[in-house]
């Protein structure tokens, strides 16, 4: 199972700036997609970016600007800088990756989220 492992996030004031990290392992994999996701209290969970294998990214209107997505392929990770954040970004932060495993001489595909960070944002 490819597993997800994030860091960053915690609490900061409005206009204040943060940093995600996403880590992938296990196994032998190639990623398609990885991206960053969110859920706020009582919310459904809402894409925020995402960055393909070659580089496109892919933005929510709400962080078009403030946001960005970077990623190093060689290593199987993913970045998220904030920027001017809002109270409204506090939510918990989810890594996804999608793409290809090679299990029992197969390759699969796979879907994979991390556990959540917590991002606060007071004002």
């Known amino acids: 199972q490819v597993q997800l492992v994030e860091s960053g996030g915690g609490l900061v004031q409005a206009g204040g700036s943060l940093r995600l990290s996403c880590a992938a392992s296990?196994?032998?994999?190639?990623?398609?997609?990885m991206g960053w996701y969110r859920q706020a209290p009582g919310k459904q969970r809402e894409l925020v970016a995402t960055i393909t294998s070659n580089g496109r990214a892919n933005y929510a209107d709400a962080v078009k600007g403030r946001f960005t997505v970077s990623r190093d392929t060689a290593k199987n990770t993913v970045g998220l800088q904030m920027n001017s954040l809002r109270p409204e970004d506090t939510a918990v932060y989810y890594c996804n990756a999608g793409g290809r495993r090679l299990l029992r001489a197969t390759w699969q595909d796979f879907d994979s989220w991390g556990q959540g960070t917590q991002v606060t944002v007071s004002s």
């Open positions: 296990g196994g032998i994999f190639s990623i398609n997609v």
